[in-house]
């Protein structure tokens, strides 16, 4: 790693910090150059679209560019540079294998004919069955890109659905817990319906009295986290259910936590009509940062109808097609369905590397998966009850969620706290979240961490509790050893930089 | 400890109303600014539109989250503070004055009843201010 020392003035020492990385503008001078650019006559583009100003783009050799990145690569935190336990995000380790077998795809066209991509098909086809294997559900739909796309699309395909049953008018209302992902209330909100929350009980549990008063003729659906954000299972899921059936309503089940579930529990069984997952989770595949992942739907029966189009279809003989792009014979309608919300295979890669996971573990490393992430997670836990407070004190699934509301008073939150881990070398936790819980810190160890790692996060996590008793201010002031200290996401959120302006160039492009 | 005006009137969301004659100023508590931490944004609706009582106004987000505020009694807005969609630190740094939402004319002042003293509001942030959620 490029190291450079820097004076950190409270510490007083020389402390090795990672330098920070020009940009490539800065980096930049004139006439440097790593390709030979061949100049093409511009004759042929009428001279209102000619460019009068030359581009401002940085000019570099090819060594600099891939130094350049290289060194932003290093100042990188990831998975395989150190344990990440980013609750709700299910930040495990991506096999290798993934990316090879991936590659064998990287030629794929989205819009190939089924005639010279039936393996692909196939394979498409394979990875449904398993989904909807591992689900309990019917039917799979390979279309959303992401977990929330998945939501947007399960809650229209319930609009279509009440349509179908003439109730599209009257059914209005989606309620979610108040434990919910963000995302849930939004994507709700983006399919025109008016979001109601219910309260969760004292054990971290929907309040099914809350449910039942709230539920009504109006309600189109419910949605639900099981295990919920507070890493809990859900321990009156099969009544929550058969109260929001009996109110003609449906359950969406939102699979961001499908990881605790894995060979455990099948949310087909337990009574919900939908499921999504998140396979750039359960199924390691590279994520963070915005993508990319793939959330596939798997519906019951009933719902079918209404998925995204182009299905794949399996005939008789053993070929595949797609049902609306047929080149011999009629192809199939719309029909009920909703239209398409991304082409025909979705996010493919990232499915080829969730099939290659699938099929390495197989279903004996499928049941192992949950049950030693679930493991792994009541271990750290029980390291780390002495030094901070248990927001529900049942036994957690795959994840928990601990508050650093003592902390707090002793002069430190949950966000210092989250800043000295990074001096201790780990990636943050996910704080302040769930909302329903004081200073949140929710963590996720995942079942790839070996036992020395959960332990040595716990020991830096129980140093930094008894550091916030003796010096609460050191601790206010981490991260004293990352190349940047306090960000300050204030005026990142009040006054946002979004592009590189060039010096001395007023509202350069 | 979270500043509670007495000449206030409360809801369980953490909003407070001033009346003055018809028209009452709505605002969020100084105990609801300061479990959002720093105010990013707020948004809130145009003049002369109409609210509900506990129904959605606006929203306001913070490095933290984005919350909804709900409006503590019913009718018409008669102006919006512009000056806190343009600073929205004001919540933070005057929550009752210089920080409030907008004014709304007043629907139903029988709607006021189902409010809180500022006595019984510091009760109600007494119960939720604690670990476990509510």
């Given at each position: 790693m490029s190291v450079r020392t820097q004076t950190i003035p409270d510490v007083g020492a020389k402390t090795p910090v990672p330098a920070l990385e020009p940009l490539l503008f800065e980096l930049a001078r004139p006439g440097r150059s790593g390709r030979h650019v061949v100049s093409h006559d511009a004759a042929d583009i009428p001279a209102a679209f000619q460019r009068k100003a030359p581009l401002r783009l940085p000019e570099l050799t090819e060594p600099q560019v891939v130094r350049h990145y290289t060194h932003l690569a290093q100042l990188?935190?990831?998975?395989?540079?150190?344990?990440?336990?980013?609750?709700?995000?299910?930040?495990?380790?991506?096999?290798?294998?993934?990316?090879?077998?991936?590659?064998?795809?990287?030629?794929?066209?989205?819009?190939?004919?089924?005639?010279?991509?039936?393996?692909?098909?196939?394979?498409?086809?394979?990875?449904?069955?398993?989904?909807?294997?591992?689900?309990?559900?019917?039917?799979?739909?390979?279309?959303?890109?992401?977990?929330?796309?998945?939501?947007?699309?399960?809650?229209?395909?319930?609009?279509?659905?009440?349509?179908?049953?003439?109730?599209?008018?009257?059914?209005?209302?989606?309620?979610?817990?108040?434990?919910?992902?963000?995302?849930?209330?939004?994507?709700?909100?983006?399919?025109?319906?008016?979001?109601?929350?219910?309260?969760?009980?004292?054990?971290?549990?929907?309040?099914?009295?809350?449910?039942?008063?709230?539920?009504?003729?109006?309600?189109?659906?419910?949605?639900?986290?099981?295990?919920?954000?507070?890493?809990?299972?859900?321990?009156?899921?099969?009544?929550?259910?058969?109260?929001?059936?009996a109110a003609g309503a449906l359950v969406y089940g939102d699979g961001a936590n499908m990881n605790a579930l894995l060979g455990v529990a099948r949310p087909g069984d337990l009574g919900f009509d939908c499921v999504h997952i998140n396979v750039h989770k359960t199924f390691s595949t590279p994520h963070g940062a915005g993508g990319p992942g793939a959330g596939p739907l798997c519906v019951k029966a009933h719902l079918r109808p209404f998925l995204p189009k182009p299905w794949i279809v399996r005939e008789a003989d053993?070929?595949?097609?797609?049902?609306?792009?047929?080149?011999?014979?009629?192809?199939a309608g719309l029909g009920d369905s909703i239209g398409t919300i991304k082409q025909r295979l979705g996010n493919f890669g990232v499915l080829v590397r969730a099939y290659t996971y699938m099929k390495t573990l197989g279903e004996e490393g499928m049941v192992e998966t949950g049950r030693d992430a679930i493991l792994a997670a009541n271990y750290l836990l029980a390291l780390l009850r002495p030094a901070y407070d248990l927001a529900y004190d049942r036994p957690p699934m795959h994840e928990f969620v601990i508050s650093a509301a003592k902390q707090k008073k002793q002069g430190a939150s949950a966000l210092d706290v989250s800043k000295a881990l990074l001096d201790e070398g780990f990636h943050s936790p996910t704080v302040y979240f769930p909302l329903i819980v004081p200073e949140a810190m929710m963590i996720e160890p995942t079942e790839t961490e070996p036992r020395?790692?959960?332990?040595?996060?716990?020991?830096?996590?129980?140093?930094?509790?008894?550091?916030?008793?003796?010096?609460?201010?050191?601790?206010?002031?981490?991260?004293?050893?990352?190349?940047?200290?306090?960000?300050?996401?204030?005026?990142?959120?009040?006054?946002?930089?979004?592009?590189?302006?060039?010096?001395?160039?007023?509202?350069?492009? | 400890?979270?500043?509670?005006?007495?000449?206030?009137?409360?809801?369980?969301?953490?909003?407070?109303?001033?009346?003055?004659?018809?028209?009452?100023?709505?605002?969020?508590?100084?105990?609801?600014?300061?479990?959002?931490?720093?105010?990013?944004?707020?948004?809130?609706?145009?003049?002369?539109?109409?609210?509900?009582?506990?129904?959605?106004?606006?929203?306001?987000?913070?490095?933290?989250?984005?919350?909804?505020?709900?409006?503590?009694?019913?009718?018409?807005?008669?102006?919006r503070n512009v000056k806190v969609i343009e600073k929205p630190e004001l919540v933070n740094t005057s929550p009752y004055e210089q920080g409030w939402m907008v004014k709304v004319k007043l629907a139903d002042k029988g709607e006021l009843s189902k409010l809180m003293s500022a006595q019984d509001y510091r009760a109600h942030i007494g119960e939720t201010a604690g670990a476990g959620g509510d």
């Open positions: 990188n935190y990831s998975v395989d540079t150190g344990m990440y336990p980013l609750g709700s995000c299910t930040m495990k380790y991506n096999p290798k294998v993934n990316d090879r077998v991936a590659s064998l795809f990287a030629d794929l066209h989205p819009r190939q004919s089924y005639r010279t991509t039936q393996g692909v098909l196939a394979l498409a086809y394979e990875i449904e069955q398993m989904l909807a294997k591992i689900t309990g559900m019917d039917f799979v739909s390979l279309q959303p890109q992401a977990g929330a796309q998945s939501e947007f699309t399960a809650l229209l395909v319930f609009k279509a659905y009440h349509a179908k049953r003439g109730e599209a008018a009257t059914r209005r209302r989606i309620i979610v817990p108040d434990s919910a992902h963000g995302t849930n209330p939004a994507s709700a909100a983006m399919c025109g319906y008016q979001v109601t929350t219910v309260k969760s009980d004292a054990r971290g549990n929907v309040d099914l009295d809350a449910l039942r008063s709230a539920l009504g003729p109006d309600v189109a659906g419910f949605m639900l986290t099981n295990p919920n954000t507070l890493g809990l299972f859900e321990e009156r899921v099969r009544d929550v259910c058969d109260a929001v059936h053993g070929s595949y097609h797609y049902d609306t792009a047929r080149e011999d014979r009629e192809p020395e790692t959960l332990d040595a996060f716990a020991a830096a996590m129980l140093r930094i509790a008894e550091r916030v008793k003796t010096d609460p201010a050191a601790v206010r002031d981490a991260p004293r050893f990352t190349p940047l200290r306090r960000l300050d996401e204030v005026t990142a959120a009040r006054k946002p930089v979004l592009r590189y302006a060039v010096p001395g160039v007023a509202g350069a492009e | 400890m979270s500043r509670v005006p007495d000449d206030l009137r409360y809801s369980k969301e953490h909003e407070w109303v001033r009346l003055n004659g018809d028209t009452a100023t709505i605002g969020i508590t100084h105990f609801a600014s300061e479990q959002l931490g720093d105010v990013v944004f707020v948004e809130l609706p145009e003049k002369s539109a109409s609210v509900r009582q506990f129904a959605s106004l606006g929203v306001v987000e913070s490095v933290k989250a984005a919350s909804d505020i709900y409006s503590p009694i019913s009718g018409e807005v008669v102006e």
